[in-house]
């Protein structure tokens, strides 16, 4: 079954509010999804610019660059956060996997009491479960990392073609 959200619904319940930006042309017209489409290539920035400028006429280009503008801006600011987010994440994780790996090994609870069957089986799915989180928190936090360097180089492309 397929729901479908008038925006300020998407928002509550996303938490953040899609950016569309409405392109005419002569015979209909293009939605792009900017949480989507961007960071994008070179090749398909200026592509998605030729579009807009060979329909100036009926676009206000100013303005698709104005919202564009400001939506890297934001998306550079909220992903710096998510990045030191996923950092302290990624690290917790990691020492709890460490921790688990060093009870599995020496077979002995932190205060020196031996593990049962029972317990060493719970000790190596948390070190399993532990080391997935880490693994992914790193992962995103990788993303964060280089998306913001991608958004600044369409920004600098904004500013070259606009």
Same mark, same amino acid.
């Given at each position: 079954?397929? *729901?479908?959200?008038?925006?300020?619904?998407?928002?509550?319940?996303?938490?953040?509010h899609m950016?569309?930006? *409405?392109?005419?042309?002569?015979?209909?017209?293009?939605?792009i999804?900017?949480?989507?489409?961007?960071?994008?290539?070179?090749?398909?920035?200026?592509?998605?610019?030729?579009?807009?400028k060979?329909?100036?006429?009926?676009?206000?280009?100013q303005?698709?660059?104005?919202? @564009?503008?400001?939506?890297?801006?934001?998306?550079?600011?909220? @992903?710096?956060?998510?990045?030191?987010?996923?950092?302290?994440? *990624?690290?917790?994780?990691?020492?709890? *996997?460490?921790?688990?790996?060093?009870?599995?090994?020496?077979?002995?609870?932190?205060?020196?009491?031996k @593990?049962?069957?029972?317990?060493?089986?719970?000790f190596?799915?948390?070190?399993?479960?532990?080391?997935?989180?880490?693994?992914?928190?790193?992962?995103?936090?990788?993303?964060?990392?280089?998306?913001?360097?991608?958004?600044?180089?369409? @920004?600098?492309?904004?500013?070259?073609?606009?």
């Amino acid at each position: 079954m397929v *729901y479908r959200f008038c925006p300020e619904a998407a928002e509550r319940f996303w938490g953040d509010h899609m950016k569309n930006i *409405y392109i005419k042309t002569e015979h209909g017209h293009m939605t792009i999804y900017a949480d989507q489409f961007f960071p994008c290539s070179i090749s398909h920035f200026r592509k998605l610019f030729k579009i807009i400028k060979q329909f100036s006429c009926i676009n206000n280009v100013q303005e698709i660059t104005e919202q @564009l503008k400001q939506h890297f801006i934001e998306q550079i600011e909220s @992903l710096d956060a998510r990045r030191k987010r996923e950092a302290a994440k *990624y690290w917790e994780h990691r020492q709890y *996997y460490v921790d688990y790996g060093n009870i599995i090994e020496s077979g002995k609870h932190p205060n020196g009491v031996k @593990l049962t069957e029972e317990e060493l089986k719970e000790f190596k799915a948390k070190y399993r479960d532990a080391k997935s989180w880490a693994h992914g928190f790193e992962m995103d936090f990788k993303r964060s990392t280089r998306q913001p360097e991608a958004y600044k180089k369409n @920004l600098e492309l904004l500013e070259q073609v606009g």
